[in-house]
């Protein structure tokens, strides 16, 4: 069992920066690729970015690319994610999940953090 709890989330102006972190319980945490997705409002929910076990691949949404970084710390079991240059339509709900296995589902969600990006 993993337990995700997500935080940093708030309210910043365009252009401006927010660090999101997601603190992970359990051992194991190191075998899990971990993910961002948002969810705005009336939207479905999507992918922003993924990091491997390691922290050795990671992978972008195009809207996000260039703007947003993901990391991983496994000593803290942590994840993070670095979002600059923000714009409004980076308004949304973000949660943090858990990946046992690519390709699959993911296993293990957070309750998320709301993000809101003034114009």
């Known amino acids: 069992q993993v337990q995700l709890v997500e935080s940093g989330g708030g309210l910043v102006q365009a252009g401006g920066s927010l660090r999101l972190s997601c603190a992970a319980s359990?051992?194991?945490?190191?075998?899990?690729?971990m993910a961002w997705f948002r969810q705005a409002p009336g939207k479905e929910r999507e992918f922003v970015a993924s990091i491997s076990w390691n922290g050795g691949t990671t992978y972008y949404a195009d809207s996000v690319n260039g703007r947003f970084t993901i990391s991983r710390d496994n000593a803290k079991n942590t994840v993070a994610l670095q979002m600059n240059s923000l714009k409004p339509e980076d308004t949304a709900v973000y949660y943090c999940?858990?990946?046992?296995?690519?390709?699959?589902?993911?296993?293990?969600w957070g309750r998320g953090t709301q993000v809101t990006v003034s114009s």
């Open positions: 359990g051992r194991t945490f190191s075998i899990y690729h």
């Open positions: 999940a858990a990946q046992k296995v690519v390709g699959l589902m993911y296993d293990y």
